[in-house]
C-alpha cells in the first residue's frame, strides 16, 4: 500500500478521510493536529506559561508528555513538569510509574509523585477489598481528579496537560448525553476559564485516535507501558467504546463528529468558560456540589 503523498509505503491506513500515510506524512499528520490543538487550548501572553503535565506512563501520556517537549521545548516562556498519580494498585502503577519516571528523565523534565495512601491514606486494592459501593473506576476517577488538581497547584502550574485521546473524550461525551448530563457535558476540558480552585485542564490529544497515538509511540520509540489497570473490566466506559467503535467501523470519522456536536453545544449556549467551581464544605477543594465526590468517598 502506498501513501497518498507520496511514493513511500504506507503505514497507516486513515480511513476518516481516505488516506494512506506512510511514516513521515503519518508524523506530520499526528503531530499538526496537536499544534493546532496546542494553539486554540493555551493562551501564551508573554509571560511565562508553567504547563504541568500528568503522566500515568501508558502510551497516551508518554505521547502528550514527548510532544509537549518536541513543540514547546525551544520557547523560553515555557516550563514543562510532569507528574504521576499513585493509586495503589499493585501489579500495575509501578510498571508505569518507572516508564513515566524514565520519559521525563529523558527529556530532563522534573517530575514527581502523588500517592492515594499518603494524600488520603487509602489505596484502589484496600477500597475495592473494602466492597465499597459502586465500580472502581466511579471510585478511583473522583480521587485521581482531586490530586491532578492538588498536584497542579503544587506546581503553580497555568494549565495541566491530560492524555485524553479521541477516543476516550467521544466515549465521554456519549456518556454524559446518555445520562442527560449537559453540565458535566459543559465543564469537560479543554477549560479556558482561570480560577483559584481548579487548574484548568487541556487535552491537546483530543482529535487523535487511540490506535494512532500507539503507532506514534512505537514508531516514535517512546518509553511507555503497554498493561491495563486491572480493574478496567467493570468500567461503564467499556459498553460506549464498544458502541462507537462499531459506528465508527460503519461511518468513519464519527468520533469526530461526536467531538464536534459537544463543541457545537457549547458554542451554541455561549459557554465556552465552563461553569462555576465551588468550594467543598470539608477539604476546601473544587466541586459543583456542597461536598466533593472524594470527601464522600472517604467517609463511606
Given at each position: 500500500?502506498?501513501?497518498s503523498?507520496?511514493?513511500?509505503?504506507?503505514?497507516?491506513?486513515?480511513?476518516?478521510?481516505?488516506?494512506?500515510?506512510?511514516?513521515?506524512?503519518?508524523?506530520?499528520?499526528?503531530?499538526?493536529?496537536?499544534?493546532?490543538?496546542?494553539?486554540?487550548?493555551?493562551?501564551?501572553?508573554?509571560?511565562?506559561?508553567?504547563?504541568?503535565?500528568?503522566?500515568?506512563?501508558?502510551?497516551?501520556?508518554?505521547?502528550?508528555?514527548?510532544?509537549?517537549h518536541?513543540?514547546?521545548?525551544?520557547?523560553?516562556?515555557?516550563?514543562?513538569?510532569?507528574?504521576?498519580?499513585?493509586?495503589g494498585?499493585?501489579?500495575?502503577?509501578?510498571?508505569?510509574?518507572?516508564?513515566?519516571?524514565?520519559?521525563?528523565?529523558?527529556?530532563?523534565i522534573?517530575?514527581?509523585?502523588?500517592?492515594?495512601?499518603?494524600?488520603?491514606?487509602?489505596?484502589?486494592?484496600?477500597?475495592?477489598?473494602?466492597?465499597?459501593?459502586g465500580?472502581?473506576?466511579s471510585?478511583?476517577?473522583?480521587?485521581?481528579?482531586?490530586?491532578?488538581?492538588?498536584?497542579?497547584?503544587?506546581?503553580?502550574?497555568?494549565?495541566?496537560?491530560?492524555?485524553?485521546?479521541?477516543?476516550?473524550?467521544?466515549?465521554?461525551?456519549?456518556?454524559?448525553?446518555?445520562?442527560?448530563?449537559?453540565?458535566?457535558?459543559?465543564?469537560?476540558?479543554?477549560?479556558?476559564?482561570?480560577?483559584?480552585?481548579?487548574?484548568?485542564?487541556?487535552?491537546?490529544?483530543?482529535?487523535?485516535?487511540?490506535?494512532?497515538?500507539?503507532l506514534?509511540?512505537?514508531?516514535?520509540e517512546?518509553?511507555?507501558?503497554?498493561?491495563?489497570?486491572?480493574?478496567?473490566?467493570?468500567?461503564?466506559?467499556?459498553?460506549?467504546?464498544?458502541?462507537?467503535?462499531?459506528?465508527?467501523?460503519?461511518?468513519?470519522?464519527?468520533?469526530?463528529?461526536?467531538?464536534?456536536?459537544?463543541e457545537a453545544?457549547?458554542t451554541?449556549?455561549?459557554?465556552?468558560?465552563?461553569?462555576?467551581?465551588?468550594?467543598?464544605?470539608?477539604?476546601?477543594?473544587?466541586?459543583?456540589?456542597?461536598?466533593?465526590?472524594?470527601c464522600?468517598?472517604?467517609?463511606?
Open positions: 500500500m502506498q501513501c503523498f507520496c511514493s513511500g509505503k504506507a503505514v497507516f491506513e486513515a480511513r476518516y478521510n481516505g488516506t494512506n500515510l506512510c511514516r513521515e506524512h503519518f508524523f506530520q499528520s499526528v503531530e499538526k493536529r496537536f499544534r493546532q490543538e496546542l494553539r486554540e487550548q493555551i493562551k501564551f501572553d508573554g509571560e511565562k506559561t508553567r504547563i504541568a503535565v500528568a503522566i500515568s506512563g501508558g502510551k497516551d501520556s508518554s505521547v502528550l508528555l514527548y510532544l509537549l518536541k513543540t514547546l521545548s525551544e520557547r523560553h516562556d515555557v516550563e514543562l513538569e510532569s507528574f504521576t498519580i499513585d493509586e494498585i499493585k501489579g500495575y502503577r509501578s510498571e508505569g510509574l518507572k516508564s513515566a519516571m524514565e520519559l521525563s528523565r529523558n527529556l530532563s522534573n517530575h514527581r509523585t502523588m500517592s492515594f495512601k499518603e494524600s488520603f491514606g487509602l489505596e484502589m486494592d484496600g477500597i475495592v477489598k473494602g466492597g465499597i459501593e465500580t472502581p473506576c471510585r478511583c476517577g473522583p480521587m485521581r481528579r482531586k490530586l491532578i488538581n492538588e498536584a497542579s497547584l503544587n506546581i503553580k502550574a497555568d494549565y495541566v496537560a491530560l492524555g485524553m485521546n479521541l477516543d476516550d473524550y467521544s466515549q465521554s461525551v456519549l456518556m454524559n448525553v446518555a445520562r442527560g448530563d449537559l453540565e458535566r457535558t459543559l465543564r469537560m476540558a479543554p477549560h479556558r476559564k482561570i480560577d483559584n480552585l481548579m487548574i484548568p485542564r487541556i487535552v491537546p490529544l483530543r482529535r487523535i485516535y487511540e490506535k494512532e497515538i500507539k506514534y509511540a512505537i514508531l516514535r517512546i518509553p511507555h507501558d503497554a498493561g491495563w489497570c486491572p480493574y478496567s473490566e467493570a468500567a461503564q466506559r467499556n459498553k460506549f467504546r464498544d458502541i462507537l467503535n462499531e459506528l465508527e467501523s460503519v461511518s468513519p470519522g464519527t468520533k469526530f463528529s461526536v467531538l464536534n456536536f459537544s453545544l457549547r451554541a449556549i455561549h459557554n465556552d468558560q465552563g461553569l462555576p467551581v465551588g468550594k467543598c464544605s470539608v477539604c476546601g477543594g473544587p466541586t459543583s456540589e456542597s461536598i466533593c465526590q472524594t464522600r468517598l472517604i467517609e463511606a
